[in-house]
């Protein structure tokens, strides 16, 4: 029943995460300063920017901008997201990605699977 109501939501609702904006702009975040963090965020539902027009008002930009801040150094931040990524397709996204040239990465997933109840 439980996911009968949740697709039904999903599907119909006018408070549906499907009618949010999400970010189409460039999947890249820069905080100005010198010698720069190099941040890498993979995942779907805020990561994706879901809610926002822009990545640079989303995770990607909040992270941007606070951490450098905080460590008063530049901060660049390549995004890799889809609103419906799932854990087996994370893979398949960053595989053409060079991951050595970062110095974080962030990986949110999960949002896509819970919602559909899936186990896998």
């Known amino acids: ?5 949740v697709w ?6 006018q408070y549906s995460w499907r009618y949010l ?4 702009d460039s999947p890249h975040v820069h905080a100005p300063g010198a010698n720069p963090h190099r941040l890498l965020i993979v995942g779907d539902g805020a990561s994706a ?3 926002v027009t822009t990545h640079d ?5 909040y992270l941007a901008r606070n951490l450098s801040r905080i460590t008063r150094r530049a ?3 390549d995004i890799v997201v889809r609103r419906d990524m799932t854990a ?14 970062f110095d ?11 919602l559909r109840f899936k186990e896998r």
């Open 8 to 13: 039904s939501w999903l599907r119909f609702s």
């Open 88 to 101: 087996r397709s994370c893979i398949d996204a960053v595989r053409e990605v060079d991951l050595s040239r």
């Open 1 to 5: 029943m439980a996911r009968f109501v």
């Open 57 to 61: 008002l989303g995770l990607g930009g």
């Open 49 to 51: 920017g879901v809610g």
């Open 75 to 77: 901060t660049d931040v």
């Open 104 to 114: 974080l990465i962030l990986v949110s997933l999960g949002m896509h699977e819970v």
């Open 21 to 24: 904006p999400t970010a189409q």
